[in-house]
T-cell receptor, first 115, second 106 residues
Framework: ETGVTQTPRHLVMGMTNKKSLKCEQH?????MYWYKQSAKKPLELMFVYSLEERVENNSVPSRFSPECPNSSHLFLHLHTLQPEDSALYLC??????????????FGPGTRLTVL | RKEVEQDPGPFNVPEGATVAFNCTYSNSASQSFFWYRQDCRKEPKLLMS???SGNEDGRFTAQLNRASQYISLLIRDSKLSDSATYLCVVKHKIIFGSGTRLSIRP
């Protein structure tokens, strides 16, 4: 148990649907992250939040909209996705956002399929 | 050139063998380095940090070569349970390599 939970674990949605992914960390960390992992590609950092403030947005399309209401919760709101957005979406947390020695702890991920 | 590069494998080695793989990085200002392990359909988990002087944790040895800008992971006496994908992480920005798949055969 890593202390980072994600729901749902699996999600199938159509291109016109709106859905949200949820992440919760129980580690008292200040930084939270969204990553996308597609088959045979490196993990791609999407968003970084530090104390509920977005500190990085890596050129992610606007159909992905993150929300961090507090330092323990992170959401990824999805709308009008494309089939190429199908991937494993991983949430992670660390003590601080850019403390280079901090370890990131990952949630189990949400496997998203866009039809 | 990619910021972080790994041989994707798969490395297919017999149980008990020693296996090593490298990860090269392009940004000389990179300061922190890690190896993560990812089992099939699971999230990445920290295996070990990589320190400048090199470090060992049981059968695993990690080394850093700043001059040539690579980190390495050596696994001795490999077990079936070591079969996984090994991801290197280089922090300047946080950048993951694409992973090296290791398969240990009995």
């Amino acid at each position: 148990e890593t202390g980072v939970t994600q729901t749902p674990r699996h999600l199938v949605m159509g291109m016109t649907n709106k859905k949200s992914l949820k992440c919760e960390q129980h580690l008292g960390h200040n930084a939270m992250y969204w990553y996308k992992q597609s088959a045979k590609k490196p993990l791609e950092l999407m968003f970084v939040y530090s104390l509920e403030e977005r500190v990085e947005n890596n050129s992610v399309p606007s159909r992905f909209s993150p929300e961090c209401p507090n330092s323990s919760h992170l959401f990824l709101h999805l709308h009008t996705l494309q089939p190429e957005d199908s991937a494993l979406y991983l949430c992670a947390s660390s003590q601080e956002a850019w403390e280079l020695t901090d370890t990131q702890y990952f949630g189990p991920g949400t496997r998203l399929t866009v039809l | 050139r990619k910021e972080v590069e790994q041989d994707p494998g798969p490395f297919n080695v017999p149980e008990g063998a020693t296996v090593a793989f490298n990860c090269t990085y392009s940004n000389s200002a990179s300061q922190s380095f890690f190896w993560y392990r990812q089992d099939c359909r699971k999230e990445p988990k920290l295996l070990m940090s990589v320190y400048s002087s090199g470090n060992e944790d049981g059968r695993f040895t990690a080394q850093l070569n700043r001059a040539s800008q690579y980190i390495s992971l050596l696994i001795r006496d490999s077990k079936l349970s070591d079969s996984a994908t090994y991801l290197c992480v280089v922090k300047h920005k946080i950048i993951f390599g694409s992973g090296t798949r290791l398969s240990i055969r009995p």
